[in-house]
């Protein structure tokens, strides 16, 4: 099936958003268990203990959650501050905050304390760029704040970026006059449906009716997302499975037995592994081990990858290969594992 879908529905009870193009699964965002904090939400913390070692603060956060501050520098016990989390915590640690607060819609982003307004670097048209610009310092006026339209605002309506950047000023003032008081959960994180919408969604492409998984046989893909296996383009395949240390990835040509058999298939999996790996929710450190084939493609594949990864937006680095013909990757843990998003279900 060509095209591509957005679907808003729910999985085992729990609500979710799938991201479909030409019949496959590219991304997923399903609801965590109950008491997991969302990205992107923001709090007002108490600061709890300086961490010397490692140079961060411990912060106290509401219902008896912890926070960790990596630059507290110039904090004390007691104090009063505003944070945004940036990431999932990890079982038994504290989630990741940082005191950049920013208030993100699908078209700007307002920055308290960072004054310009910017334009996305992807919109190069000019005339774009000036209308935006016009319709931002009409919004904006003579506001501290700092505003950066986003790239989607290229093809919004002037009235949807209007409403949508004086909606995030808004907030961000409420929100920063609010610091008063003890710990306290101010905005939540976005669920899949809002951070779909806001981040992959054009009017076209959603689907957001009752069973929209079941037409779009979003189950399915779910189910499969959550074994280690995937078929891979020209019957190549791989098995993509974490263990407590990393993600071991195991590359298999398939039927093929020509000469270029392990290229390609090495290929189909540098295309294929950003998306499999955001679906699973996996990062950390990742260890590929490619089908055999020259050194000599190595750069080609190597190249390949490079592009698939940066297409995808998550934080990767590319390591390189080690002396067993491994390749490794140190990838940004910017998703909660599809395992533990349904672990109580």
């Avoid at 101010?186 to 969604?201: F, I, K, M, T």
Wanted: contains cysteine; charged residues 30%.
């Amino acid at each position: 099936m060509k095209g591509s879908t957005i679907a808003l529905d729910t999985y085992k009870g729990r609500m979710a958003a799938a991201q479909i193009v030409d019949g496959k699964l590219t991304d997923l965002l399903i609801e965590p268990p109950e008491g997991v904090v969302l990205p992107g939400a923001i709090f007002r913390a108490i600061c709890d203990r300086p961490l010397k070692g490692q140079g961060g603060m411990m912060l106290r956060l509401p219902e008896g959650q912890s926070g960790f501050l990596r630059l507290g520098k110039g904090l004390k016990p007691g104090e009063r501050i505003l944070v945004q989390v940036t990431g999932f915590g990890e079982d038994g640690k504290a989630v990741p905050v940082t005191q950049k607060v920013l208030f993100k819609s699908r078209y700007a982003i307002v920055t308290p304390g960072a004054p310009g307004i910017n334009v996305s670097r992807a919109i190069r048209d000019d005339e774009v760029r000036v209308r935006l610009l016009e319709i931002a310092h009409e919004v904006m006026g003579d506001a501290e704040e700092g505003l950066i339209i986003r790239s989607v605002a290229e093809n919004g309506s002037d009235d949807d970026i209007a409403a949508d950047i004086a909606a995030m000023l808004d907030l961000s003032r409420a929100v920063l006059a609010d610091q008063d008081g003890d710990a306290e959960l101010l905005v939540d994180g976005p669920d899949p449906h809002e951070l779909a919408w806001r981040e992959w969604s054009e009017p076209d492409l959603l689907d957001d009716r009752e069973d929209a998984f079941e037409r779009h046989n979003v189950h399915e893909m779910i189910d499969a997302a959550r074994g280690a296996f995937e078929r891979l383009s020209g019957g190549a395949s791989m098995f993509i499975e974490p263990t407590r240390a990393l993600i071991a990835v195991d590359v298999n040509t398939g039927g093929d037995t020509s000469p270029a058999a392990g290229l390609k298939a090495n290929i189909a999996v540098a295309r294929a592994l950003p998306a499999a790996l955001r679906c699973r929710g996996l990062g950390g450190q990742i260890v590929i081990d490619f089908a055999p084939c020259p050194k000599k493609d190595r750069r080609q594949l190597e190249q390949v990858l490079r592009a698939a990864l940066k297409a995808e937006g998550i934080e990767t680095a590319m390591v390189g290969w080690t002396q067993l013909g491994l390749f490794e990757l140190q990838r940004k843990r910017e998703r909660l594992p599809l395992s533990r998003c349904l672990e109580d279900r």
